[in-house]
Each structure stands twice: as structure tokens, then as C-alpha cells.
DNA sequence: TATATGACCGAAATCGTATTTTAGTCAGTT
DNA sequence: AACTGACTAAAATACGATTTCGGTCATATA
């Protein structure tokens, strides 16, 4: 059997992606580092933008697993949160592809990077929200809208980690966790 | 006594900065405006950036006495940081110059713009800072960080009045002001 | 003579267009 | 039948010509 050339552009796309960028990678980059002719590519993919699906959709995939392996302890539910959306953020940290991408999407307003950062997002809120339904659900905490709270634990996050420091010194893991615990959790009322 | 031209000046500019914003506000425009040679802004002026700081900082000094004014009233706590951060944002939709300014620091990200925006930001952060710091020291709520506090609690009225709208109907003022009391202040636990 | 002015200047932005790049196709090769 | 890369049309870019604009200063005015 040949090799599969699908998934040596896959590989390929992803190296050039993460390394260029969405609108700097080349579909003619593409089928040279798979060494493969560019017509191949779209005897797997319809265009440049579908390519591009496939490679972020197993991104959110794949961070959706590391969350999902944050969440399996028997910690207080807030810890879990903590660890799952700090694994989440992190993520963006490790790996070449989420940087260049937040990236491009910030200074470039790439429509495309656009568009997966916002599934992104929602793919996190929509994993986070079912959480909270389930904690809900088995009372370990009041009543709430799951949406909206997922919404809020994630601008929180967002917003401690990355515009937190744009100013100040950044916050450790455990700094974070205290203060969702603080605010999100506990509140400040006596 | 003659006409007081810096005042002219000052009020032409606030039309222009307002209908055009900062970039297409020219200075012969403004000059125009105020029925005065360009030359004479520059004697009060020494550009076109202090100029606008002038402007703005007026701009941030009112928004501070608006939230003042909400602030004084004997409410809970809660209740008056969410009037009074209520009423500062409110402002932006309600003043031509903030919502031009606000929309050319967003989509031509001028410079000039941005600092001004950042210094907005910077204003609203250390006058609830010293809300809550006051509010620690009469006992009102628990010990924390003040400005930590006042940051996440000025992120999570701009989330939800902002960017929850992008992809949901908006909350009212009293949802928002519930939102509040909830997340920061009783928090989710049991 | 203190104040005010607008013509003027150089730098920067904008515009128009020639040139290059690139996503996607398809006739031809293997 | 699977694959390729030369080809095309459209989009992006580079670039020089032109315009705009912030800031100055010699002159005018009161």
C-alpha cells in the first residue's frame, strides 16, 4: 500500500501553519513540504479553508481531552474548574499552532482565524457549561445559569492571565486559582 | 476683553474629535471650526495629541463625577459599585465622543487612541480601587486585593455588557447588577 | 509690541497602477 | 484511477505620483 497522502498534508499544513500562520502558508508550501502535487490536496480537501478546519478541528478536540483529564479527580468542583480551564489556557502557551494563531487573529484580523478562535471559544464555554449543569445538577453549587456562568469563568480566566499582566506581574497557577475560588466561589460578602 | 480662544478651540475640537474622531479631525478643520488661525492653537497647544489629551481628560474627570454621584447613596455595597461602574459605561453609549473614540481604537487601532482608552480603563480601575479598599477597612466586605478586585470586577461588567451581546441578547441592568451580587459578591458555593 | 494669522514646508498618508503572488483547476502523465 | 504541475483569474503587494496634514514662522494687526 502507498503512503497515505492525506495525512502528509495534514502534517504538512500543520507544520507551515504553525509556523507561518493561516494567511502566510502557501497551498504551493503545503504540497512541497508533503512532496506531494497541490492538485492532491484537493482531491482531500475542498480549499485552503477546509484544510484549515480539519487541523484546528482536532486542536479543540485535543484540548478538549487534556481538560477532560484535568477534570477526573474528586477535588472541590472550583479546583476542578480551575485545573481544566487553566489546562486549556496553557495550552495556547505550549503549542506553536495556538500562539501563532491568537496571534494572527489579534494583529491580523485574519477572518478565518477569526472564525476558529470564536469556535474556539464557544467549544470551551460549551464544555465548561456542561460542568456546571452537572454540578448543578448533583448540588455541589447554587443554581445558575450554566451558560452564562461558563461565560463568565472563562472572561475571568482570560482576563487574570493574559490582560492581568499586560500591566502588572502575572499571576501564578495557584494565585488564579484563589482568586476564582474568591470571587467566583465564595464571594466577598462577610 | 476679547473672546477666550483657547475655549473656541477647545470646544471645536470636541465637535470634531466627536463627529470624525481623532485621526480625521484636522487641525485646520478645528482652527476652521473656531473661527481661528492654525497658528493660535499651538499657542495653547503644544500638538494635536495635547490637544486631545486636554479634551479627553475633561472627558474622564466628568465620567469620575457621574460615577461619584451614583456611589452616594447608602445602598449595600454591591449595589453602588454596580451603579456607579453601571453608569460609567453607560456613559459610552450615551456621549458621541466615547462611542467614536471607542470604535476607532477598536478598528484603526490609532495610537493616540489607544493610550486615551488606556488611560479611561486605568481611571475607572483605581477609582473603584479605592472604593473597595474603602469598603475593607469599614468592614463592609472581606479582605482582598483592592486592585485585583476593582480590575475583575471592571472585566467582568465589560464582558457582560459587551461581549455577551455579541452572541446573545443583552442583560438588562438588572441582570447585570444580579450577575454581580452573584459571582463576586455571594458567590456559587453552598 | 504682543497676539494672531495663514502661506509654506517636509513628512506621512493615500491613490492609482504595474507587478507579483496565490488559491484553485484541469489537461496531460504515470 | 491517481496524481501532477503548468495555467488562470483574482487578490495582494510594491511603488511612484499626488495629496493631505501637522507644525512653523515671517508678516499682519490691533
Request: include cysteine; hydrophobic fraction near 40%.
Amino acid at each position: 500500500m502507498s503512503i497515505d497522502r492525506r495525512q502528509l498534508i495534514i502534517e504538512a499544513a500543520t507544520k507551515s501553519f504553525s509556523q507561518f500562520g493561516y494567511k502566510a502558508t502557501t497551498m504551493d508550501q503545503v504540497a512541497k513540504i508533503a512532496n506531494v502535487g497541490k492538485g492532491t490536496i484537493y482531491t482531500f480537501f475542498k480549499n485552503k479553508e477546509e484544510l484549515f478546519d480539519e487541523i484546528t478541528n482536532s486542536l479543540i478536540r485535543e484540548m478538549k481531552v487534556a481538560a477532560e483529564d484535568a477534570f477526573q479527580t474528586d477535588l472541590p468542583f472550583y479546583e476542578k474548574v480551575h485545573r481544566a480551564l487553566y489546562r486549556i489556557l496553557e495550552y495556547r502557551l505550549e503549542h506553536q499552532l495556538t500562539i501563532k494563531l491568537f496571534q494572527e487573529g489579534r494583529e491580523m484580523r485574519t477572518p478565518a482565524v477569526m472564525e476558529v478562535m470564536e469556535r474556539l471559544e464557544q467549544g470551551i464555554i460549551s464544555y465548561i457549561k456542561e460542568k456546571v449543569a452537572q454540578a448543578v445538577d448533583k448540588g455541589e453549587i447554587k443554581e445558575c445559569n450554566p451558560e452564562l456562568t461558563a461565560f463568565v469563568m472563562l472572561k475571568l480566566y482570560i482576563a487574570l492571565i493574559f490582560d492581568w499582566e499586560r500591566n502588572h506581574d502575572p499571576l501564578t497557577k495557584e494565585d488564579i486559582a484563589k482568586l476564582l475560588e474568591q470571587y467566583v466561589f465564595k464571594g466577598l460578602s462577610k
